[in-house]
């Protein structure tokens, strides 16, 4: 079974723009939640889609929105972008539902802003 | 969530257990704990949880203390490849919503 995929695996920004980060779940998955990762925050929750719904969401600022595909592919997009954006954002995908799930991590999405 | 205390760093001879404890003092019943790693670089990887009673699996063991306050992981022959951030974080079950704290660095040598 493939794993989950993050496109782009590189990008380079500038200040002001907006961007949008993809990710396809392992087949069957049905959640998919996003975390950021930089040096001085570590890892962060970002929101979580759960049948194209946003089921959890962090404490980011609206800039940071999601949304989902009836294909559980989950796309993320930052707008008006900032120099503390350059981080490794990284996406989960997992069966969901309620019962005890596992998460399994994609390889990330690394950002520069500059 | 409940909060976790983990070692920042430890070390470990290749073959030998590597055993990394985590406090979770304030846990609730319906919370499990549960183990990820980080490889330098790479996102992280699921290795183990449990409620209350002990879990084996292909990767490692987890053994939960009977007043659920802590919990260890145990890889039983660490080598080069086991050298990665693990991160211990207690959540509820559907935890679609994971709190990492700043993990252990485990370092396995020759």
């Known amino acids: 079974k493939a794993g989950v995929t993050q496109t782009p695996r590189y990008l380079i920004k500038t200040r002001g723009q907006q961007v949008t980060l993809s990710c396809s779940p392992i087949?069957?998955?049905?959640?998919v939640s996003w975390y950021q990762q930089t040096p001085g925050q570590g890892l962060q929750f970002l929101f979580e889609y759960f049948s194209e719904t946003q089921r959890n969401k962090g404490n980011f600022p609206g800039r940071f929105s999601g949304r989902q595909f009836s294909n559980s592919r989950s796309e993320m997009n930052v707008s008006t972008l900032e120099l503390g954006d350059s981080a490794l954002y990284l996406c989960a995908s997992s069966l969901g539902g309620t019962g005890v799930y596992e998460q399994y991590f994609g390889p990330g999405t690394r950002l520069t802003v500059t | 969530d409940a909060k976790t205390t983990q070692p920042p760093s430890m070390d470990c001879a290749e073959g030998r257990a590597a055993n990394l404890p985590c406090n979770h003092s304030?846990?609730?019943?319906?919370?499990?704990v549960y183990w990820y790693r980080q490889i330098h670089s790479q996102g992280p990887q699921y290795i183990i949880h449990?409620?209350?009673n002990n879990e084996t699996n292909e990767m490692a063991s987890l053994i939960i203390t009977e007043d659920r306050k802590s919990s260890t992981l145990i890889l039983p022959h660490a080598t080069l490849r086991d050298t990665a951030v693990y991160y211990c974080i207690v959540s509820t079950g559907t935890a679609s919503k994971l709190t990492f704290g700043t993990g252990t660095r485990l370092q396995v040598t020759l």
């Open positions: 087949s069957g998955h049905r959640s």
């Open positions: 449990g409620l209350k």
């Open positions: 304030t846990i609730s019943g319906n919370e499990y």
